[in-house]
């Protein structure tokens, strides 16, 4: 009996140390598994044990979840919508590679108009005192004291009595129409010259009206200033289409042709492109520089833009037809790679390499890895990118 308590006691005695090891076994790969990892946002490559900072940029590392063997990221309706991710279906079109050329918005000149004086006087009444104010077609602009003006309204009214008196005088009749003609001449309308008539007498007071809507650009005279004819009055400029004056090379106006469709792109409005069509190619270099000049013209609704504002003409270059594309933004690079995000499933989105052909300024080719009908992420690309990153510790693809 007490043999067979030796020996059970002596089994017991040799198996415990193989059982505690395996415990402790057991234990430390629970700990390693469980034991937290962390990785900097911006260089993943980065990874260390414990929180710290980043010895690239510094910053702050971020936990995440090196074990994950996941390719592809679901998220919540709450974190689409915040993310501002919206997808497309891949499509086929015509695809144009242009070029940027430097430009310029300029008045005009054939829509530039100088007001002068038709007769010789004393400006009595300025109804526009400063320049940077816009004018409408019939708009009093100036009355001038003219007795010049006055002696040939005596002469008209003289005639026209005579012609009234005498009517079978055919010289009378001829004489008051050129007296007539003279007034007109001198800027005096049909109302007014009825008006005269009417009330018998000179009216040496003439208002001049603008004939054109504009800007007024420069104001030549004060009240009481005494003006010869011709002498300028204002300059009145109408920016409803502005000349497109843009540098090109010697070498890129070969790609041009004269009545050629362009794109032009105003800073700040670059949602409304305007098409202009090349109207001129200066044929010298422009002075003291190695370039050319292009012009053409743009329509200028509301007058929202002004001379002197920078402006991007589009040369194309090159294009495809029926080619797939995508929005600019929708492609990720990262070094020599290139990516997509699929949405496939709703709110599951896997990233895809692809490869890349010609590039607009808002348009990519796809060459390879995208199929025609496929939802791909066109906008919170770079942001999926991110949050794979800080939740997978390396590269999507």
Not at 316 to 342: F, N, Y
Request: hydrophobic letters at 40%; aromatic letters at 6%; a neutral charge.
């Amino acid at each position: 009996m007490e043999r067979r308590h030796f020996l059970r006691s002596l089994a017991v005695a040799a198996t415990a140390p193989a059982v505690l090891l395996a415990a402790c076994g057991t234990a430390e790969e629970k700990s390693a598994a469980a034991q937290q990892t962390y990785t900097c946002p911006m260089h993943p490559q980065v990874v260390q044990n414990a929180p710290g900072t980043c010895p690239i940029c510094a910053m702050d590392l971020v936990p995440f979840d090196k074990n994950s063997t996941s390719t592809s990221l679901q998220l919540m309706d709450s974190q689409v919508k915040l993310a501002n991710i919206t997808t497309a279906a891949a499509g086929a079109g015509m695809l144009t590679q242009t070029r940027s050329l430097n430009a310029r918005l300029m008045p005009d000149p054939q829509r530039t108009g100088i007001i002068s004086a038709r007769i010789a006087g004393r400006i009595d009444k300025l109804h526009v005192r400063e320049t940077g104010v816009r004018i409408k077609k019939g708009q009093a602009l100036y009355a001038v004291y003219s007795e010049e003006l006055a002696t040939l309204q005596s002469e008209y009214l003289l005639a026209a009595a005579q012609t009234r008196k005498f009517p079978e005088d055919a010289r009378f009749k001829q004489i008051a129409e050129g007296a007539e003609l003279k007034l007109e001449r001198y800027g005096q309308s049909k109302n007014a010259i009825g008006k005269l008539l009417q009330e018998g007498k000179p009216q040496p007071l003439v208002t001049f009206y603008a004939e054109q809507d504009g800007l007024v650009t420069e104001l030549s005279v004060t009240e009481g200033q005494y003006i010869a004819e011709g002498g300028t009055v204002l300059q009145v400029e109408d920016y409803s289409r502005l000349w497109v004056e843009a540098d090109i090379y010697p070498s890129e106006a070969e790609l041009l042709k004269t009545g050629q469709t362009l794109q032009v792109i105003v800073p700040g409005w670059e949602n409304e492109p305007r098409n202009m069509q090349a109207e001129f190619v200066y044929p010298a270099l422009q002075t003291g520089r190695q370039t050319l000049q292009l012009r053409g013209s743009i329509s200028n609704p509301d007058a929202r833009w002004q001379p002197g504002m920078a402006a991007t003409v589009l040369l194309p270059v090159a294009s495809r037809s029926e080619t797939m594309q995508l929005p600019i933004d929708a492609v990720i690079r990262d070094g020599a790679t290139a990516h997509i995000w699929i949405e496939k499933p709703k709110n599951t989105f896997t990233p895809r390499k692809v490869k890349t052909g010609l590039e607009t300024n808002r348009s990519i080719e796809i060459t390879e890895g995208l199929q025609d009908g496929e939802k791909v992420v066109i906008t919170g690309a770079y942001l999926l990118y991110s949050e794979f990153v800080l939740k997978r510790g390396k590269q999507p693809v």
